[in-house]
């Protein structure tokens, strides 16, 4: 049997290449979002062939800070479960005999 602890120090456990939303809504929303980048695209193709290079590599730059904020998020996260796991097993208004 796999220890969690074990795959989580070996590299095993990987949060975000585990995580993908099931949920129909989501798909929705991003194929809608992705038909609408597209639409735009072609718009700035016709104003202007360099636009949507210039656009994508703002757009690049943006999302190389997603990762750092996901990591903060989840180590915050993983932080307030652990003091919530603490507050269960130890309570202070519980006398010790």
Do not use: C, W
């Amino acid at each position: 049997m796999s220890s969690f602890l074990k795959d989580l120090y070996y590299g095993k456990i990987i949060p975000e290449d585990n995580f993908s939303p099931k949920f129909e809504e989501y798909k929705e929303m991003r194929q809608q979002h992705n038909e609408h980048f597209t639409d735009f695209v072609e718009k700035l193709k016709a104003l202007d062939s360099s636009l949507p290079t210039q656009l994508l590599t703002i757009l690049d730059e943006q999302a190389e800070a997603i990762p750092i904020e996901t990591a903060e998020m989840f180590i915050y996260g993983f932080r307030m479960g652990a003091k919530m796991m603490l507050e269960v097993l130890i309570d202070p208004t519980e006398s010790t005999k």
